[in-house]
């Protein structure tokens, strides 16, 4: 059907009971003036807008991109799409870069490929001759391709050597990661989607999936409106669509996840509602959790969190008695200081109650972006290829066997570096040679004004692969125009390990080439080769780039080595590990209760979730986990930077349902941009009343590291806490990120976005009601509506 999702976001409800089968419903946007017979061909692939990596074909007519429509047989999304992806791609056509700039007395000006190639590889092999490979640093996006990923790990980790590698996937995944590997030895989604079709309970924790993964939402709301819904828990300071129809609404004070973790934990284990045969088959550690959280009662979460102990209470019990309990985490959790911690604990919950690895019951620790996982997966960022171990020195010999290197290039004699040391590396200009591609850090990274002077400092030179001129790419030395999603073939991985093929549709616009294309002709001008001389990487094409992955990833936990181009045209998304034994994919993980927690197969030996110092090989084996997960957790410690009496707040950001990163792409969608055209801050109605603001009346927030300005609404936001999304950057004046503070998890590196002290003061009066994102929401205190803008 034609599809109308700004204002009906979710779309009509099509309820169905546990065990059923979700109802298809197919989702349509054709651009104003085309009719489906003008359409020329539909292109299958699957959104990049978010990551959900809902199923789609692409309408094209006379060599443009004319539309988009779900795909019903598709196992995501069943034919559903949101507003990003109905709409997003239509910012693709707008304002893109198509020549390649570089800067010259202090401008960027127009060039051509040969000049900006060559200014690349001259600056990058004098680099690498006078400082070596520690002189280079590559930070990349989560919406880019496997085979891109992985053509740039091999070039980064193979080829020049260098363990300076890392993504915007730090801010928004991070501590997915972190919290599997120490939890189950290794990264790896455990749950499926379809566990929402069969479970009796949903536990969000810190996740507004109403905004951030629409589709997953109406996935969740024809269950709660079908027969027998599940009961659901909702852990968030605001009152998002999704605390609107929880069960239990648990309105924490942000910074306090820990706390209320620790708390739910001690309720279980208080009420022996514990899977003692699982736990002591399966685990190690349950003697040490249960004497950490002895003393976490209700009552003690009660007064950390703000929320009162019967509701943490009936919480646990909501845990304690269900049958099959779907839990799924995000950025609400993970980009906090203790973070790594509060997710593990998550993870304890499905443990202690064996409930993993069976229909309904499943973990699904969110990604932020839509291919954040292959990041992962390809050792793009800092890991190795295919969740190996950088302390194993096997691990790193098969890759120098695979690569045909001496093991001595790769870089596992130091620990990856991570973005908020990658950073501060190109601050200081020991990094003096740092390619950004398809991020947009001059806005998405806490501290922006340190940010932004280091980019455009001289003690660095900055390359920029994007298709606009981003707020980053205006900072750069040189910037290359990127064929961006739909203009290029290649393939990428959801949060449930649900690999799509998107075939290219059309063709990038002026000069701008795909990234795999651009590195591959780095490698070749900077003369990379393996030990026989041979090119490196040994590819040129983006089929060739996944056949070398698919063998990168042979026997490893995210094994693709059974998975074809070809059966993804046919079938459409399929779920790793995809192999010999499991031809047709994996739907859920761990159903054995057996983990990658030995020596041969873990990804890590662990870290000590308090410090972050490394457990290191000896005492991971004298622990003997042998295939059990390890049950962690950590006492809770407030966050780093709490109210005062100068900045008496809590600042906590998010996004709006509107809007995808730092807007590059959808505020030139014209329905987007339309439906939330502008910066906005929340107040409670409490809080507003104190200062003296009015719904509308712009509003000044200050920090400790800068201050920003915007139109207030008048929310359900707890008290003491402002909210402000991060997406509107493009002036330093609304920039969320002037705000917050460079912290970070000791574990997961992810930096600490959700907690920062500020003050408020009103400025003058609004010329009318805030910003909202629709007319149906700028109501003070209404209700909860449709796009009002509900974080993380």
Same mark, same amino acid.
């Given at each position: ?30 651009? &104003? ?136 996937? =730090? ?23 379809? &566990? ?26 024809? =269950? ?14 605001? =009152? ?34 514990? &899977? ?46 269900? =049958? ?41 620790? @969110? ?20 969740? /190996? ?7 790193? /010999? ?23 040391? @990658?950073?501060? !590396? ?41 298709? !606009? ?57 900077? $003369? ?22 698919? /063998? ?12 074809? !181009? #070809? ?38 030996? $662990? ?20 295939? /059990? ?49 502008? @910066? ?15 719904? $509308? ?11 920003? #300005? ?17 997406? !509107? ?64």
């Amino acid at each position: 059907m034609t599809a109308e999702r700004i204002s009906d976001i979710w779309g009509e409800r099509t309820p169905f009971g546990a065990g059923g089968t979700w109802p298809a419903r197919v989702d349509t946007h054709l651009v &104003d003036g085309i009719v489906e017979s003008q359409v020329d061909r539909w292109v299958k692939g699957a959104c990049l807008l978010c990551s959900n990596g809902c199923g789609v074909e692409v309408a094209v007519a006379d060599g443009r991109i004319v539309g988009m429509r779900g795909r019903a047989d598709d196992r995501i999304n069943h034919g559903r799409l949101g507003p990003k992806g109905l709409y997003g791609w239509q910012g693709q056509q707008h304002d893109r870069l198509t020549t390649p700039l570089i800067r010259r007395d202090g401008k960027l000006v127009e060039t051509d490929w040969e000049t900006a190639m060559s200014a690349i590889v001259d600056r990058s092999d004098s680099l690498l001759k006078s400082k070596g490979p520690l002189s280079h640093g590559f930070f990349t996006s989560g919406q880019l391709m496997i085979e891109e990923f992985y053509t740039l790990a091999v070039i980064g980790k193979a080829g020049i050597g260098t363990p300076h590698m890392d993504g915007n996937t =730090r801010l928004c995944t991070a501590t997915a990661s972190a919290a599997f590997q120490e939890s189950f030895g290794c990264d790896g989604q455990p749950g499926s989607y379809t &566990d929402v079709d069969h479970c009796d309970a949903l536990f969000l924790f810190g996740h507004n999936v109403a905004e951030t993964q629409t589709v997953l939402w109406a996935r969740m709301l024809d =269950r709660l409106d079908g027969p027998n819904p599940p009961r659901l828990v909702c852990v968030d300071p605001r =009152r998002t669509n999704v605390a609107e129809r929880a069960t239990v609404h648990l309105p924490i004070r942000n910074g306090t996840n820990l706390a209320l973790m620790n708390a739910l934990v001690h309720e279980l284990i208080a009420r022996d509602a514990i &899977d003692h045969d699982y736990v002591d088959a399966h685990t190690i550690g349950f003697d040490e959790l249960r004497r950490l959280t002895a003393d976490t009662t209700p009552e003690w979460a009660a007064e950390i969190c703000g929320v009162p102990a019967d509701d943490i209470r009936a919480a646990a019990e909501i845990f304690a008695t269900s =049958r099959a309990v779907v839990s799924t985490c995000s950025m609400g959790f993970y980009q906090s200081h203790q973070a790594t911690a509060s997710s593990c604990q998550v993870n304890n919950l499905h443990l202690l109650r064996g409930m993993l690895g069976r229909p309904g019951a499943g973990i699904l620790q @969110m990604n932020g972006q839509p291919s954040a996982e292959n990041n992962r997966e390809t050792g793009c960022g800092p890991a190795l290829p295919g969740f /190996r171990n950088w302390n194993n020195p096997d691990h790193v /010999r098969e890759l120098a066997e695979m690569w045909n290197v001496d093991p001595l290039v790769i870089p596992h004699w130091s620990p990856p570096t991570n973005a908020n040391a @990658m950073f501060r !590396y190109a601050e200081q200009g020991s990094i003096g040679f740092l390619w950004i591609a398809g991020t947009n850090p001059a806005v998405s990274m806490p501290d922006l004004a340190r940010i932004r002077e280091t980019l455009a400092g001289e003690q660095c030179f900055v390359v920029v692969s994007d298709g !606009y001129l981003t707020e980053t790419a205006e900072l750069a030395d040189v910037v290359l125009p990127s064929a961006l999603w739909a203009e290029k073939t290649g393939t990428f991985t959801n949060v449930d390990r649900t690999v799509h093929l998107q075939e290219k549709a059309v063709d990038p616009p002026g000069q701008a080439r795909g990234d795999l294309e651009v590195w591959v002709e780095y490698a070749r001008r900077l $003369g990379l080769s393996d030990k026989d001389g041979n090119p490196l990487p040994a590819w040129d094409t983006p089929e060739e780039a996944f056949e070398a992955w698919k /063998r990168c990833s042979a026997g490893r936990q995210c094994d693709y080595s059974a998975l074809t !181009y #070809e059966m993804l045209r046919d079938k459409g998304g399929i779920q790793w590990p995809v192999t010999a034994e499991a031809p047709e994919g994996t739907e859920r993980l761990y159903t054995d209760g057996h983990f990658p927690t030995t020596f041969e197969a873990c990804e890590t030996f $662990g870290h000590d979730v308090v410090t972050g110092a490394p457990t290191g090989r000896t005492r991971f084996l004298a622990a003997r986990p042998d295939g /059990r997960a390890v049950l962690k957790t950590a006492p809770y410690e407030p966050a780093y930077e709490t109210p005062d009496e100068q900045y008496p707040l809590r600042l906590t950001t998010g996004r709006t349902v509107y809007h995808w990163h730092t807007r590059t792409k959808t505020r030139r969608a014209s329905e987007l941009q339309a439906a939330a055209p502008e @910066m906005w801050v929340e107040l409670s109605e409490s809080d507003a009343r104190a200062l003296g603001v009015a719904e $509308g009346d712009v509003v000044q927030v200050t920090s400790r590291r800068g201050s920003i #300005e915007a139109p207030a609404r008048i929310s359900h936001v707890r008290d003491g806490v402002v909210f402000a999304p991060w997406h !509107y950057g493009s002036s330093t004046s609304t920039a969320a990120n002037e705000l917050t503070i460079s912290a970070w998890d000791p574990v997961s590196k992810q930096p600490e976005l959700k907690v920062a002290a500020v003050s408020v003061r009103r400025l003058r009066a609004g010329t009318g009601p805030a910003p909202a994102p629709t007319e149906t929401a700028s109501a003070p205190v209404a209700p909860i509506a449709a796009g009002r803008g509900t974080g993380e």
